[in-house]
């Protein structure tokens, strides 16, 4: 006789399977889209930008961020919005400030490109 404890196990059981068959991905395993696209983008940019770039009021709630190249040579830099437009990428001649304004998400990192 079926239990409502070995009825649950057994459904459950069944979608495991149908799932596997089917090639669906468990909810353990699936990554958040937002993730995936941040690191398609550290992929194609050279990294972290170095601490020669000084980072501005990079604050919770500020529709702004900017950097300031003090690495004595032009630097190429790229300001990263999370869940946002990013800067594009810009030649930083040394001593010069970019400031990107976003309208959604906030400041993440900036990144040489």
Same mark, same amino acid.
């Given at each position: 006789?079926?239990?409502?404890?070995?009825?649950?196990? !057994? #459904? &459950?059981? *069944?979608?495991?399977?149908? /799932?596997?068959?089917?090639?669906?991905?468990?909810? +353990?395993? @699936? =990554?958040?889209?937002?993730?995936?696209?941040?690191?398609?983008?550290?992929?194609?940019?050279? !990294? #972290? &930008?170095? *601490?020669?770039?000084?980072? /501005?009021?990079?604050?919770?709630?500020?529709?702004? +961020?900017? @950097? =300031?190249?003090?690495?004595?040579?032009?630097?190429?830099?790229?300001?990263?919005?999370?869940? !946002?437009?990013?800067?594009?990428?810009?030649?930083?001649?040394?001593?010069?400030?970019?400031?990107?304004?976003?309208?959604?998400?906030?400041?993440?990192?900036?990144?040489?490109?």
């Amino acid at each position: 006789m079926l239990t409502p404890r070995r009825l649950a196990i !057994g #459904t &459950a059981g *069944a979608a495991l399977a149908v /799932g596997t068959v089917l090639g669906t991905t468990s909810v +353990a395993q @699936a =990554t958040p889209a937002v993730d995936a696209g941040s690191q398609a983008v550290a992929s194609t940019l050279g !990294g #972290t &930008a170095p *601490a020669c770039i000084e980072r /501005g009021r990079n604050i919770p709630g500020d529709p702004w +961020a900017s @950097a =300031t190249n003090k690495c004595g040579k032009t630097m190429r830099i790229k300001i990263i919005i999370k869940w !946002g437009d990013d800067s594009g990428c810009k030649a930083l001649a040394n001593g010069e400030t970019m400031v990107h304004y976003f309208v959604t998400g906030h400041y993440q990192k900036t990144v040489t490109c």
